[in-house]
């Protein structure tokens, strides 16, 4: 007779064995207006956002999701991702056994190069998928969970000033504690002067600056000596993604941490950041780095090199927060919090069936199969601008 713990290993290999062919793919190309305008360093976004979801059935009735949530000036645009999906990497699904999620992954990175957020929202409906039909919440297959609760830090970009302000009274009630100053958008004294009202109105927060690639490299020493008067916790990305000199140049330099996000998307240039160590810190984002095992790779490259990992998003609804927040459930090195704060804080109207998991300044990680949350296939239909089925 099999011990008890054999017969879990066998249980186990019995379920990851259980085959289930994806049978459809749909393609829907959505926008969703927003609260706000946010001015970044390298962009403006005002009106509305717009991002593309990909839902598999299969054979078994299995429905997954993902999504893919680019921007024009940082990793794509929509209608890249939607044809992504629709033309190319349908073939490679279609048929395929939702256990074979690496399998399929590899092929879709030998069929189409970049399009990362499309592949990234594929994997992330593979794995809706695999953990509905085994009860299983997605950080279990990704290699179980390590935190319960992540530490929610809420950004600030709107060109009015006043209307971010108002924002933080509903934040702070809301027990958030992290907010990340987007700087490098307007004038250097424009943002010394939110930095110093923060610092006067709201001392118990913890602040940190964004220039999103906004800074000069030759002005950069200079002025963010005067950012670090204000004892901020990081310095996200203060110049252009491809001068990693002046980055090592700055990490060297500042006692603040330097954070890269658009100098690291994946796997090969977190190599290069802990080689060259122009950063002190990463960002990882399912859509830059193209999925959630490559995000969790560039986090264990990180670690291997001593450096510590914040969740960044892009302009996502809960659905990404979602992929997002299991994979930073299974990642420890992911420890500095994350950015989820969209579908709740910004985005006129989510697409879940209910609210993005939000708790006393902290996100919840879903215990539910799969993502643990159903979409509102309503609120995806009356926002839909054009789909593909099949």
């Given amino acids: 007779m099999a011990s008890g713990a054999s017969a879990r290993q066998a249980a186990s290999s019995d379920s990851a064995g259980l085959a289930d062919p994806v049978e459809r793919l749909g393609v829907h190309h959505l926008r969703i207006p927003v609260k706000s305008p946010r001015d970044h360093g390298s962009g403006l976004v005002a009106d509305s956002v717009e991002i593309v979801l990909v839902r598999l059935d299969t054979k078994s009735g299995v429905s997954g999701w993902g ?51 499309a592949k990234a929202a594929l994997e992330t409906a593979l794995y809706d998928c695999r953990g509905r039909l085994l009860g299983l919440p997605v950080h279990a297959l990704l290699g179980g969970r390590f935190r319960d609760r992540i530490a929610l830090s809420v950004s600030l ?147 291997a090199g001593g450096m510590a990992c914040y969740g960044g998003d892009m302009f996502e609804t809960g659905l990404a927060h979602l992929a997002g927040t299991h994979m930073i459930a299974a990642s420890a090195n992911i420890s500095l919090g994350c950015e989820f704060y969209q579908a709740k804080y910004y985005l006129a109207r989510d697409i879940l069936a209910e609210p993005f998991p939000i708790d006393n300044g902290a996100v919840v990680v879903p215990e539910g199969a799969g993502l643990g949350i159903d979409v509102d296939v309503a609120a995806v239909n009356a926002h839909t601008i054009a789909q593909a089925d099949g």
């Avoid at 913890?206 to 000596?225: C, F, I, K, T």
């Fill in 67 to 117: 999504e893919a949530a680019p921007w024009s000036v940082f990793t794509g645009t929509a209608e890249q991702a939607a044809a992504a999906l629709d033309r190319y990497l349908r073939p490679l699904v279609i048929g395929a056994d939702t256990a074979d999620i690496p399998a399929i992954m590899a092929k879709a990175d030998a069929a189409l190069t970049g399009h990362r957020e």
């Fill in 157 to 303: 970009a709107d060109p009015d000033f006043e209307a971010d302000l108002a924002l933080l009274d509903r934040l702070t009630a809301d027990g958030i504690g992290i907010v990340k100053v987007k700087t490098g958008a307007s004038d250097h004294r424009f943002d010394l002067r939110r930095l110093e009202r923060l610092r006067a109105d709201f001392p118990q927060l913890d602040v940190r600056v964004d220039y999103n690639q906004g800074m000069a490299p030759h002005e950069a020493r200079r002025r963010l000596a005067d950012i670090e008067s204000f004892d901020v916790s990081f310095i996200e990305q203060p110049v252009p993604r491809t001068c990693w000199a002046a980055m090592a140049d700055l990490t060297g330099a500042l006692k603040t941490p330097v954070l890269a996000d658009e100098s690291v998307f994946g796997p090969d240039e977190a190599v290069r950041a802990v080689a060259e160590r122009f950063c002190d810190l990463i960002s990882v984002k399912l859509m830059k780095a193209g999925g959630l095992r490559r995000g969790m790779a560039v986090a264990a490259i990180a670690e």
